[in-house]
């Protein structure tokens, strides 16, 4: 008899699945977002240090 504790092997998949997609989604959407916001602050500082 399994024990009530016991969450089975669906838990750990459903864990597991969350995992994936946070690699597979959301960290490129936090690289797509810091690389849009450092850009100008880098591409200004470049133009200033030409002048």
Known sequence: MK???DPGI???FRRESKIMLWWLV???VVL??????????VLWFLNRASS
Do not use: N, R, Y
């Not at 797509?32 to 602050?41: E, F, R």
């Open 3 to 5: 024990d009530k504790k």
């Open 10 to 12: 669906h838990h750990h």
């Open 26 to 28: 959301g960290i490129p």
């Open 32 to 41: 797509l977002i810091a690389g849009l916001l450092v850009t100008p602050v």
